[in-house]
């Protein structure tokens, strides 16, 4: 709602000036009622115009500076989660006697991936990951891990002409 603060200062600046002394289009004293009621309105009409124009320009270079910010923030989480995994995923993966990690293992994989998504991130991007907090975070970077995982078991199940397939 406090985006739209600004509108209502040009709207009262638009009926002030149609309304005001010191109108644009000046009908003669002797002119028809409804030709100067008609002129304030067109001065009304082209206000409000005016300033849905300028709320409408705003808002796409707010939407792209978003949209860009929010890109950022993905990647930096997922940049984050490669440096979680290659700092610490692989270890634990190893030591694991089943190959699969804890509930423990996967929260601090989580924490030190929010960590690196922070320093990796730019300013906007930053912005976005501080919006989100670590539930939403969190839960991007599930997303982030399952779609990887997914990934490396799409790379494995393609067979390549002339290799041995292993039994």
Request: a positive charge; proline letters at 2%; glycine letters at 6%.
């Amino acid at each position: 709602m406090r985006k739209f603060v600004w509108l209502v200062p040009v709207l009262l600046l638009g009926c002030f000036v149609a309304f005001g002394e010191d109108t644009v289009v000046k009908v003669e004293e002797k002119g028809s009622t409804f030709l100067t009621i008609l002129s304030h309105l067109m001065e009304v009409i082209v206000a409000t115009l005016t300033a849905v124009f300028a709320w409408f320009v705003n808002w796409i270079i707010s939407k792209s500076t978003l949209d860009q910010a929010t890109k950022d923030a993905i990647l930096a989480l997922e940049a984050g989660v490669e440096a979680a995994w290659n700092e610490l995923g692989r270890s634990f993966k190893e030591k694991s006697a089943d190959g699969s990690l804890t509930a423990e293992e996967k929260k601090q994989l989580r924490e030190l991936a929010w960590a690196k998504a922070k320093q990796v991130a730019s300013s906007g991007g930053v912005k976005v990951l501080g919006k989100w907090g670590m539930e939403i975070a969190f839960a991007k970077i599930r997303d982030i891990v399952t779609k990887r995982n997914k990934d490396k078991a799409a790379i494995k199940a393609v067979e390549v002409p002339g290799t041995p397939t292993p039994a």
